[in-house]
């Protein structure tokens, strides 16, 4: 088993940043990958970005290319989630992901291919 818990929301003005962090503890030698999704009410929960935990390459959704960044620390077992430019259309909550897929890069946009999720972190924009 793999536990992942989220921290870093909040309320932010549009333009500003904020810096998501998920901390994975457990069996977490099985990761292949981790990534970021959110949800907002009434929808389907939407990839947001990926990154292969051996290697580092990331994958990210079109609307936050640019704009977020995605990494981790993998001897603290640690993703994050450095958001900029933020937008009110930003405004979800934000969950964590663990794979222990080994796909490829652009399958990971699927919550399908992921075994473990957090519990989610409200993030909002206001304009």
């Known amino acids: 088993q793999v536990q992942v818990v989220e921290s870093g929301g909040g309320l932010v003005q549009a333009g500003g940043s904020l810096r998501l962090s998920c901390a994975a503890s457990?069996?977490?030698?099985?990761?292949?990958?981790m990534g970021w999704f959110r949800q907002t009410p009434g929808k389907e929960r939407e990839f947001v970005a990926a990154?292969?935990?051996?290697?580092?390459?990331?994958y990210y959704a079109d609307s936050v290319k640019g704009r977020f960044t995605i990494s981790r620390d993998n001897a603290k077992n640690t993703m994050f989630l450095q958001m900029n430019s933020l937008k009110p259309e930003d405004t979800a909550v934000y969950y964590c992901?663990?794979?222990?897929?080994?796909?490829?890069?652009?399958?990971?946009?699927?919550?399908?291919?992921?075994?473990?999720w957090g519990q989610g972190t409200q993030v909002t924009v206001s304009s």
């Open positions: 992901a663990a794979s222990t897929s080994g796909i490829a890069m652009t399958r990971y946009t699927m919550t399908r291919y992921y075994d473990y």
């Open positions: 457990g069996r977490t030698f099985s990761n292949t990958a």
């Open positions: 990154i292969r935990w051996s290697g580092g390459s990331t």
